[in-house]
């Protein structure tokens, strides 16, 4: 069995509510959307068997992420997340929310769900992704990237004001042009906005 990765490595995680932990990431190929401000080189790749993944990992980190790309293209996620977890290893499946598979998610120990709003250029997932979600708060965050103020009034519709898990990423390059005095003002108070730490720091 293979499995086709862009890479495997170390880090710190710098999205959402996991922002500073140290993981190990496992970066799959290929994604069934383009954003336009995608900052994912994912196309390269190669085929690696399963004993290959599990020796690259840095056994000392508790969580190993599933990054892509989109890992739920992976035909044989299961199977790899099964053995994660007989390595004492736990699952942050990171899902541009596109494709909904029951046995994955409940397999997972957290869900961070992307739903793209209207400056990606494919606003579009799957409502069962974010149905489960708000079925799992205690296991899930829902994630919004934001470039402006039409993102933000994207937000403001699909927003589930008992859901406690929901992110505001501002989209890197627009950052420092945002407005989050007026933002504030529109958004509940059981939203986090955080920027992408990693690469404020300099690592990936
Ligand atoms: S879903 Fe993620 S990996 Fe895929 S194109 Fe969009 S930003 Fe890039």
Known sequence: MKFKINEIFDSIQGEGLFVGTPMNFIRFCSCNLKCNWCDTDFHDGREMGL???????????????????????????????????????????????????????????????????PSSGNSVWDSKVMEYCFRNPGKSQLKIVIQNRGDVKFFQEVCQKDYPNWILQPEFNAMRKLDYGKILNLIPENVRIIPQVHRIMGVR
């Open 51 to 117: 004993g290959d993944v599990l020796k690259k990992l840095n056994k000392a980190w508790a969580w190993v992420s599933l990054t892509g790309g989109e890992p739920m293209l992976e035909e044989n996620l299961k199977v790899l997340i099964d053995s994660l977890h007989e390595n004492q290893l736990k699952i942050l499946l990171e899902t541009n929310a596109t494709i909904f598979d029951e046995k994955v998610f409940e397999r997972c120990d957290f869900i961070s769900a992307d739903i793209k709003p």
